[in-house]
């Protein structure tokens, strides 16, 4: 190639070698840019994947923390009811006849129990929609309180409801628990508990711990 170009007279060789050196340049960055674009494109997909599995992970928890907040607001409205319960039952036969408290409640309980749907069955939830039936008749049973023989009665039987409701024929059993002492625990991790609402106590259990 050399040779022939001895041959080119020196007016056209100077305008091809830079037609040349135009050309071999042109190719090479090509070559380069299409390194460099592959290269960027690589990146930026191997960025976007840890944008998205930081995103996945991070939903996830956020999904797993509401539900710990779900089942933390079923977990209390029946544990409060059901220590209440029994320590008015303990003590209504108390000829001062004891001072009747209002049963709070968390007003958002049908929205927390949706939320656990897909870690239940529906035998699960129907025992948890039955609990919160009395635990709001309690609410507003108690919080109607008029410091009468009636409405003192009435709330006595919404307490032997709701104890009824957990241990059924075992009533007067779990009355003998030392409520002073006994852990919320101790109240459903039991025998003589009902068997549905033992395991449903524990998967509430499971999904706050």
């Known amino acids: 190639m050399l040779e022939s170009l001895l041959f080119i007279p020196n007016n056209l060789l100077n305008p091809i070698i830079s037609s040349i050196s135009i050309i ?5 960055g090509g070559i380069f840019s299409w390194f460099i674009n592959k290269n960027s494109t690589a990146i930026s997909i191997k960025t976007q994947s840890k944008i998205e599995k930081a995103n996945r992970e991070y939903e996830e928890q956020n999904k797993a923390l509401k539900l710990n907040e779900y089942a933390t607001i079923i977990q209390l409205d ?13 003590e209504f036969d108390d000829p001062n006849k004891i001072s009747i408290y209002p049963i ?13 749907a897909k870690d239940f069955n529906l035998k699960d939830i129907s025992y948890i929609y039955q609990l919160y039936g ?4 309690l609410y507003n049973d108690t919080k109607g309180y008029h410091y009468d023989e009636k409405h003192y009665t009435l709330i006595k039987e919404d307490y032997e409801m709701f104890i009824k409701k957990l241990y059924g024929n075992n009533f007067l059993s779990v009355l ?5 002492i006994v852990t919320y625990e101790d109240l459903y991790n039991n025998e003589i508990i009902k068997l549905g609402y033992k395991n449903v106590l524990i998967k509430l259990n499971n999904i706050t711990h």
């Open 24 to 28: 071999i340049g042109a190719v090479l």
């Open 134 to 137: 009395i635990i709001e008749k």
């Open 176 to 180: 003998e628990f030392d409520i002073d």
């Open 78 to 90: 029946i544990c409060t009811t059901l220590f209440q319960s029994l320590r008015m039952l303990k």
């Open 104 to 116: 709070p409640m968390n007003f958002n309980y049908a929205q927390a129990i949706v939320a656990l």
